[in-house]
């Protein structure tokens, strides 16, 4: 059962332009929802959180935006570059566990 | 300052055979977890700790032991290896606050 649906899948973005992840969670008592991204052979590495009071958190040029009434949030990669090109994994935390999602694998194109 | 490191980086098991993945941790955090990472399934939890000698079951515990006798370490344990434990098993900890860190992985193959 995965708690957490990311989507797409994969995708692929020109240099220069947005990428957006999203995520939906169906468990209303996750308070911390994190993103991470992974290079290959390396281990997740928290690239931004936001918590449920909040609506948009942004940091450079990454930002989620979050939707409490959908239970969903985003990431949004603003003039996304070839060193973007990881793969992406949202997350959610409850009762001290952290649920991931199923990762999304970003190609940025040069 | 280390982090978070992980023993081995790769280890090839016959079916059967048991082994220690092992972890440590020198950020004093009181949270450390194991996860196991497939393609297209994310990161799914195995087993964490709140704390020394205190674990829990995560969503797929089956297979695996761990303990927590120290602050710092985090060993899991294959008791009988099998192909569906070949996987890529991430060991991360934290603080009471947010922040997870993860190691750089083990990546065990078992034929």
């Known amino acids: 059962q995965q708690q957490v649906k990311q989507s797409p899948q994969s995708l692929i973005v020109q240099k220069g332009g947005i990428s957006i992840i999203n995520c939906a969670y169906e468990n209303t008592a996750f308070d911390y929802f994190p993103w991470y991204q992974q290079f290959p052979g390396k281990g997740p590495a928290l690239l931004i959180a936001i918590r449920p009071d909040v609506s948009e958190k942004k940091e450079g040029r990454f930002t989620i935006s979050f939707n409490k009434s959908a239970k969903q949030f985003s990431l949004h990669i603003m003039d996304s570059q070839p060193g973007d090109s990881a793969t992406y994994f949202c997350a959610a935390r409850g009762f001290q566990k952290l649920v991931f999602g199923t990762g999304t694998r970003l190609l940025v194109s040069p | 300052n280390a982090g978070v490191t992980q023993t081995p980086k790769f280890q090839v098991l016959k079916t059967g055979q048991s082994m220690t993945l092992q972890c440590a941790q020198d950020?004093?955090?009181?949270?450390m977890s194991w996860y196991r990472q497939d393609p297209g399934m994310g990161l799914r939890l195995i087993h964490y700790s709140v704390g020394a000698g205190i674990t829990d079951q995560g969503e797929v515990p089956n297979g695996y032991n761990v303990s927590r006798s120290t602050t710092e370490d985090f060993p899991l344990r294959l008791l009988s290896a099998a192909p569906s434990q070949t996987s890529v098993y991430f060991c991360?900890?934290?603080?009471?606050?947010?922040?997870?860190?993860f190691g750089p992985g083990t990546r065990l193959t078992v034929t």
């Open positions: 991360a900890s934290r603080a009471s606050s947010y922040e997870q860190y």
């Open positions: 950020m004093n955090h009181e949270y």
